[in-house]
C-alpha cells in the first residue's frame, strides 16, 4: 500500500448504523485527507487535516466525522446522517517534500444493506 | 465554487494511436495540475504533473500541456498499448484555509481510455 493502509476493503452498513473507515499511514506525511469516489463522478473532497488535533470540511462534509489524534491515523465516521453512503472512500498523504502531491490508500468499498 | 471540466467521459483508440484528454479550469490562481490513472477498483496513482512557470512537460510516452491563459490542460499519451486502459482524472489546486495549495485539489470527472488491441 505504499504505506498508506486502510481497512476495510469492504463494509456494509445497516439503516441507522454508524461506521468508521480506518487510514494509518506510516510515511510521516502531515497531511491527510479523505475523499469519496462515486461511479462516473470525480474525486470529492469530504475532510483534510494538516496537523495534528485540527481538521477542515471540505466539500461534502455532512453526514461524515473525524479525527485526528495522532499523526499516522485518520478515522472517517459515516453517521446515519449520511443518507447515501454507497461509494468508494479513499484517504490519501501529502508530506511537505512532495507539495501536492496525493498519495493514496487502497480504499474502502462502503455499500448499504 | 470552483471547477475542473473533463472531456471527453469515454475514449476509445486502436492500439499504437495517440489518446488526448483535455481539461479545463475556473480558478485563475490553481498553479499545479496533475494527472491521476485509475485501475479498475484500484487507487489513482500519479503519472505526471505540471506547475504553472512551465507550458509542457513530457515523461516517455505521455506529455502534459498547459494554457494558463485560456485556463485548459491536456494530457497526450502516444503509442498507446492495452495496459494504458484505465480511468485518467485531471486535477487543479485551489487555496485552501491555511494559504497555499497543499494537497488541495479539485478533480475532473475522469476519462474512461480503453485501447484496443
Known amino acids: 500500500d505504499g504505506g498508506i493502509t486502510q481497512s476495510p476493503k469492504y463494509l456494509f452498513r445497516k439503516e441507522g448504523q454508524n461506521v468508521t473507515l480506518s487510514c494509518e499511514q506510516n510515511?510521516?506525511?502531515?497531511?491527510m485527507y479523505w475523499y469519496r469516489q462515486d461511479p462516473g463522478q470525480g474525486l470529492r473532497l469530504i475532510y483534510y487535516?494538516?496537523?495534528?488535533?485540527?481538521?477542515q470540511k471540505g466539500d461534502i462534509a455532512e453526514g461524515y466525522s473525524v479525527s485526528r489524534e495522532k499523526k499516522e491515523s485518520f478515522p472517517l465516521t459515516v453517521t446515519s446522517a449520511q443518507k447515501n453512503p454507497t461509494a468508494f472512500y479513499l484517504c490519501?498523504?501529502?508530506?511537505?517534500?512532495?507539495?501536492?502531491?496525493?498519495?493514496f490508500g487502497s480504499g474502502t468499498q462502503l455499500s448499504v444493506l | 465554487g470552483e471547477n475542473v471540466e473533463q472531456h471527453p467521459s469515454t475514449l476509445s483508440v486502436q492500439e499504437g494511436d495517440s489518446a488526448v484528454i483535455k481539461c479545463t479550469y475556473s480558478d485563475s490562481a490553481s498553479n499545479y495540475f496533475p494527472w491521476y490513472k485509475q485501475e479498475l477498483g484500484k487507487r489513482p496513482q500519479l503519472i505526471i504533473d505540471?506547475?504553472?512557470?512551465?507550458g509542457e512537460k513530457k515523461d516517455q510516452r505521455i506529455a502534459v500541456t498547459l494554457n494558463k491563459t485560456a485556463k485548459h490542460f491536456s494530457l497526450h499519451i502516444t503509442e498507446t498499448q492495452p495496459e494504458d486502459s484505465a480511468v485518467y482524472f485531471c486535477?487543479?489546486?485551489?487555496?485552501?484555509?491555511?494559504?497555499?495549495?497543499?494537497?488541495?485539489?479539485?478533480f475532473g470527472k475522469g476519462t474512461k481510455l480503453s485501447v484496443k488491441p
Open positions: 487535516s494538516q496537523i495534528v488535533n485540527d481538521f
Open positions: 490519501a498523504t501529502t508530506s511537505t517534500a512532495t507539495n501536492e502531491k496525493l498519495f
Open positions: 510515511l510521516n506525511h502531515d497531511a
Open positions: 486535477a487543479a489546486s485551489f487555496s485552501m484555509n491555511y494559504g497555499g495549495s497543499q494537497g488541495n485539489l479539485i
Open positions: 505540471i506547475r504553472s512557470n512551465v
